[in-house]
């Protein structure tokens, strides 16, 4: 029987192109997001490969039915990717910025981990994958909610992993992946090290098939992790 997947968020950058190595990799992808255009456009390229969802991650009724729906569609879910993500600049702490990353980022990436875990546990396997980022590692001045809510959905996967580990009643893998920057419509400011759209989703691939607990996105940022752990938050301010 062949592989499926799930790409929450694949609309367009990481997730899209997350979606379109594991077809290529021979799975049949259930691709999701707000945009309908995009989801028709990418199944539009593999028809049978690809079946697509509208969904906003911020409807948490509609997860919940995104998951029920799931019997209609596979037999099976051996690969759960949650892509969806949203961060902007708050330089003046509005909170109606605030506000939807912590509805996208907080609310709607626990409730997919929540369903993931729960469905993995029910089918007895799986392999839950979130794309949370470098930023989960530190604040920053500049865009608080969005390092914050990744802090939350970093820690939360680390959870997963303990609570994966320690089960013994279904074979459950979980990984974090923490991309520092990559070439995709989310980044507007000045940045560096950015890599490439596909070097980084390539990576990111090769991670899922290690089933590794946690990767950097390109390699060389987890050099940046191991200065985040080490320099004294007065050293960190000045870059921060
Ligand atoms: N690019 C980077 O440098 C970088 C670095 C670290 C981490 N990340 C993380 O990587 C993930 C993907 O971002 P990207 O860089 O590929 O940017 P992107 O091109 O803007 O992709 C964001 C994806 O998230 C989906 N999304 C956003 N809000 C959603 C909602 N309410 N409901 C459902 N889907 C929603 C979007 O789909 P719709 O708009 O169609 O709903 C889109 O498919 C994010 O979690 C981001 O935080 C990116």
């Given at each position: 029987?062949?592989?499926?997947?799930?790409?929450f968020?694949?609309?367009?950058?990481?997730?899209?192109?997350?979606?379109k190595?594991?077809?290529?990799?021979?799975?049949?992808v259930?691709?999701t997001?707000?945009?309908?255009?995009?989801?028709?456009?990418?199944?539009?390229?593999?028809?049978?490969?690809?079946?697509?969802?509208?969904?906003?991650?911020?409807d948490l009724?509609?997860?919940?039915?995104?998951?029920?729906?799931?019997?209609?569609?596979?037999?099976?879910?051996?690969?759960?990717?949650?892509?969806?993500?949203?961060?902007?600049?708050?330089?003046?702490?509005?909170?109606?910025?605030?506000?939807p990353?912590?509805?996208?980022?907080?609310?709607?990436?626990?409730?997919?981990?929540?369903?993931?875990?729960?469905?993995?546990?029910?089918?007895?396997?799986?392999?839950?994958?979130?794309?949370?980022?470098?930023?989960?590692?530190?604040?920053?001045?500049?865009?608080?909610?969005?390092?914050?809510?990744?802090?939350?959905?970093?820690?939360?996967?680390e959870?997963?992993?303990?609570k994966?580990?320690?089960?013994?009643?279904?074979?459950?893998?979980?990984?974090?992946?923490?991309?520092?920057?990559?070439?995709?419509?989310?980044?507007?400011?000045?940045?560096?090290?950015?890599?490439?759209?596909?070097?980084?989703?390539?990576?990111?691939?090769?991670?899922?098939?290690?089933?590794?607990?946690?990767?950097?996105?390109?390699?060389?940022?987890?050099?940046?992790?191991?200065?985040?752990?080490?320099?004294?938050?007065?050293?960190?301010?000045?870059?921060?």
């Amino acid at each position: 029987m062949g592989k499926n997947a799930i790409v929450f968020g694949a609309t367009s950058g990481i997730g899209k192109e997350l979606a379109k190595i594991l077809f290529l990799n021979g799975y049949k992808v259930l691709i999701t997001g707000r945009r309908i255009e995009k989801l028709q456009s990418l199944k539009s390229e593999n028809p049978d490969h690809y079946y697509i969802r509208q969904h906003d991650i911020t409807d948490l009724d509609d997860s919940v039915k995104v998951f029920d729906e799931l019997p209609d569609i596979f037999e099976k879910v051996d690969l759960i990717i949650h892509n969806s993500g949203i961060g902007e600049n708050n330089f003046d702490l509005d909170w109606e910025k605030d506000l939807p990353t912590l509805e996208t980022n907080v609310l709607g990436a626990s409730r997919i981990y929540q369903l993931s875990y729960n469905y993995f546990k029910n089918q007895g396997f799986g392999h839950l994958v979130s794309i949370t980022s470098i930023a989960s590692l530190v604040g920053n001045r500049h865009v608080p909610a969005y390092h914050a809510s990744k802090a939350f959905q970093s820690n939360y996967m680390e959870s997963l992993w303990m609570k994966a580990k320690r089960t013994k009643k279904a074979k459950i893998y979980i990984t974090n992946i923490l991309p520092g920057y990559v070439d995709t419509d989310i980044i507007t400011g000045p940045t560096f090290w950015m890599a490439p759209l596909d070097k980084a989703v390539k990576q990111i691939y090769t991670a899922i098939q290690k089933k590794k607990r946690k990767a950097y996105i390109t390699k060389r940022w987890s050099l940046v992790a191991i200065l985040m752990r080490i320099l004294p938050p007065q050293i960190l301010v000045k870059f921060l």
